[in-house]
């Protein structure tokens, strides 16, 4: 399988098709995605709002090509992830699809410009965007030689969306930005995270309990018991 992107070749995002993803058998059986539809297009930020357990982390993770759902179709930019190989998932995963973390995910002993250098490392590859012209551009290139205990819950937010972007991935999934973050800072985080997924072309997935950073999305979904509709 070849997962290197033409870069030429023209995105078209994030599409899950009659997702099914079910745990346990018989009568203990439990869905965690109920026949999901979702279709995010290049430059598209999506919010997905729901209770504690409706699904939105499973949908993350298949998504991602972390989980492989039960039955449906999650494609790429062309690539159906349902059956690839393991070593095929982690390769189209680290080419290919962003992870935000709730808490930043930094690793302590880096830099914030060493953050993203050390993806590039990981994926033998130069930035399309330089690394420090990433971090300028979510307003951090004055923080570059900080480690994460110097910074604060917001700036180690935006170091994190900048790693994500280093490997020029179609899509971006966000798992809850904002939970450690007072309401200012919010909302600068998702403007950032609104403004990168317009700059950079990415489909972006963002789950979220804050309903008060929504209006900086393209779009908002609800999850609830494993199934996705308009709010």
Do not use: W
Not at 191 to 204: C, G, K, M, P
């Amino acid at each position: 399988m070849t997962t290197t992107t033409n870069p030429t070749q023209t995105r078209t995002g994030l599409n899950l098709t009659d997702v099914m993803l079910t745990y346990g058998d018989g009568d203990d059986q439990v869905s965690a995605l109920d026949h999901v539809d979702l279709a995010v297009a290049p430059g598209e930020l999506v919010a997905i709002v729901g209770p504690s357990g409706a699904g939105k982390s499973s949908l993350l993770a298949v998504a991602g090509g972390l989980t492989q759902p039960t039955s449906g179709a999650v494609v790429v930019d062309g690539t159906d992830l349902v059956g690839l190989s393991s070593r095929d998932l982690a390769t189209f995963r680290r080419e290919h699809v962003g992870f935000v973390f709730q808490s930043g995910n930094l690793v302590p002993a880096l830099t914030a410009l060493d953050q993203l250098r050390l993806v590039e490392k990981i994926t033998g590859r130069r930035a399309a965007t330089p690394p420090l012209e990433l971090l300028r551009s979510v307003g951090m290139e004055q923080h570059a030689h900080r480690r994460p205990g110097r910074l604060s819950g917001g700036e180690r937010q935006r170091v994190g969306i900048a790693r994500a972007l280093v490997a020029s991935p179609s899509v971006l999934l966000v798992d809850e930005p904002t939970a450690a973050l007072d309401r200012r800072r919010s909302h600068e985080i998702v403007e950032v995270l609104a403004d990168q997924t317009h700059t950079f072309s990415v489909a972006t997935v963002m789950v979220t309990h804050d309903h008060d950073v929504l209006e900086h999305c393209d779009r908002v979904l609800e999850m609830v018991d494993g199934q996705l509709r308009p709010l």
